[in-house]
């Protein structure tokens, strides 16, 4: 899935047919519990999960799975030049640190020539409402331009949980600086089949306003 919506690869086919990942190299940067990395490896791609938390890689063990699991930075991927034939991330890494430059740039090193690097991440609308599922989450209430991060902090004022906000703009710029080229930009419609709600994610909501940007692109 790459997003709340719903959206599922085996429809979208963002990364390609599911028959072409076959024998493929894949990276899922941000990998959390390695979701995407399962669904990979059923496909008979070959994915490596990466993610900074190893709490999170923990639960990626426990639930098991015959592919490598690694902890490291997504600003310092510790892979050589070349070594991937795609990348994916939903909802992982990008919207968490303060220069997605240098994770882009990252994952154009260690991805072949004609690579393909998918990312998700809620839509850069979503920061200008209220975090809230009802009506009362239908109204502008903070500037679209405020890139201030939102941070989170426990009792002894150590931040505990940073995102970072770019504007749609921003991203379509880090993308064209950090040398690849943006294919498609997705930004899925909510189905009529999902009645979840989740946070700040509701029907009402998705049927107003987008929830979801997903950022295809590829390297030259």
Wanted: glycine share 10%; aromatic share 10%.
């Amino acid at each position: 899935m790459w997003g709340p919506e719903g959206l599922d690869e085996v429809e979208a086919e963002l990364l390609g047919p599911p028959e072409d990942l076959k024998g493929k190299d894949v990276l899922e940067i941000g990998a959390g519990a390695a979701q995407c990395s399962r669904w990979l490896g059923a496909q008979g791609a070959r994915p490596v999960a990466l993610d900074l938390s190893h709490r999170q890689l923990q639960h990626a063990l426990r639930i098991g799975g015959t592919f490598p699991l690694v902890q490291a930075d997504a600003g310092t991927l510790p892979f050589a030049d070349a070594s991937f034939d795609l990348a994916c991330s939903a909802y992982g890494a990008l919207p968490f640190v303060a220069d997605p430059v240098l994770v882009l740039r990252e994952v154009r090193r260690v991805l072949r020539p004609g690579g393909r690097f998918v990312f998700s991440v809620t839509h850069p609308i979503r920061w200008a409402f209220p975090d809230e599922p009802g009506p009362e989450g239908l109204s502008v209430s903070a500037s679209y331009f405020d890139r201030t991060p939102y941070v989170e902090q426990d009792q002894q004022g150590r931040a505990v949980y940073v995102e970072h906000h770019r504007t749609l703009g921003d991203r379509v710029r880090d993308i064209a600086v950090s040398g690849f080229r943006l294919v498609d930009l997705v930004e899925p419609e909510w189905p009529a089949w999902n009645t979840a709600e989740w946070g700040g994610w509701s029907p009402l909501r998705g049927h107003l306003i987008p929830g979801t940007a997903i950022f295809v692109c590829e390297r030259d």
